[in-house]
């Protein structure tokens, strides 16, 4: 028997680093997955394959013992392992398809990809599923199935990234464009449900700097930026939080998921580029994200970093009529690709 999920990478749209510190932040999920296989085994080991090699540990072992890579794996198979008796073995596979250390939440989308195939493999989840129906349908028992895997994979991320603001997981979770506030939850907008849709009709282009970055190392910087700068930080939260949401004197709602419900693709890409100065000012940026994004000015709305910065992706709202002149625009040296918007979340099976 395999129990296999898959779970999409993400994109963050506004609000990264801030978020850390109590800002909103909006995210999209991208059509880009890891998928997870696991499966019982004679071997009294934990077995974790993945692109970055293989390692094959006795079913004793701490997840402290192993490298960072493979920790979120070996803790979430000890934590099965230790509240079920008669397991053997377990082997888990990681085939993924998401760019790594680039700010495209592949490590999020591991997490929680594993939580969801572990927690089939022991049967706490139904013999197959998708989060963004369960969302949408909220009912019972399925509440359940949503906190077990958020818990879980909150567990696992943490022990290689104790600060995260969980808003990658969330994303990776539950697909769609979801806007994720720390304090209050998580908001799911997915184009497809609900009465109102949330609509970006432009190429979100996505662009590897190929340098990769630490996200630990950024938050930290930011860190320090806002220690030594308490007043200045403060008011760049609230100016993020006002790209996402302010009010107008009659005091209707104006902000991003406005624009989008508009599908008013200029206002969205001005607030990314907005965005954009903010991050530069708390010095996530460097001069090789400074030249990608000026080389899209041109034929770009809007362009930012997304992610932690100090290398990892930029991304660029993009006409159609434009798209073809971007490779010129970009130089040999760099990766693209146009991303659609995932809207399904992870997905779990049991094969026998
Ligand atoms: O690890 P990345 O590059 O996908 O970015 C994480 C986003 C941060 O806001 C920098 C950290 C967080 O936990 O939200």
Redesign the pocket.
């Known amino acids: 028997m395999k129990s296999i999920a898959s779970a999409p990478g993400k994109i963050?749209l506004f609000g990264?680093?801030f978020?850390?510190h109590g800002t909103k932040?909006i995210l999209a999920a991208i059509d880009k997955r890891v998928t997870v296989t696991s499966s019982f085994t004679e071997n009294k080991t934990i077995k974790v394959n993945s692109e970055l090699g293989t390692i094959e540990v006795p079913m004793s072992s701490s997840h402290e013992e192993v490298e960072s890579e493979f920790r979120p794996f070996v803790y979430l198979a000890n934590k099965m392992i230790n509240s079920n008796q008669n397991v053997n073995g377990l082997e888990i596979t990681i085939d993924s398809d998401i760019p790594i250390g680039v700010?495209?939440?592949s490590?999020?989308a591991c997490c929680v990809a594993a939580a969801a195939s572990i927690c089939g493999l022991f049967k706490e989840l139904p013999s197959s599923g998708e989060m963004a129906q369960v969302w949408s349908r909220q009912i019972g028992d399925e509440k359940e199935e949503r906190e077990k895997i958020s818990g879980m994979s909150r567990e696992a991320e943490e022990t290689i990234?104790p600060?995260?603001?969980?808003?990658?997981l969330m994303c990776c979770q539950f697909g769609g464009i979801i806007e994720y506030n720390g304090h209050n939850g998580v908001i799911v907008f997915s184009g497809s449900s609900g009465s109102v849709s949330y609509e970006i009709s432009a190429n979100i282009l996505i662009v590897n700097s190929m340098i990769q970055?630490s996200?630990k190392r950024?938050?930290e910087k930011v860190r320090k930026f806002k220690e030594n700068n308490e007043k200045r930080f403060s008011e760049l939260c609230d100016l993020v939080n006002q790209l996402m949401e302010h009010y107008d004197k009659l005091g209707r709602r104006i902000g991003v998921l406005e624009d989008m419900i508009k599908n008013d693709i200029t206002a969205i890409g001005l607030k990314m580029s907005e965005n954009q100065k903010y991050l530069e000012e708390i010095q996530v940026s460097n001069d090789t994200l400074r030249d990608m994004i000026s080389s899209l000015k041109e034929i770009s709305l809007g362009t930012k970093i997304t992610?932690?910065g100090d290398g990892?992706c930029i991304i660029a709202l993009v006409k159609d009529e434009n798209l073809d002149k971007v490779p010129a625009l970009l130089g040999k040296d760099k990766e693209c690709f146009s991303a659609k918007i995932d809207t399904k979340g992870v997905v779990w099976k049991i094969e026998k």
């Open positions: 963050i990264e680093h978020v850390v932040a700010g495209l939440g490590s999020s990234f600060d995260t603001s969980g808003a990658d970055h996200t950024s938050v992610g932690a990892g």
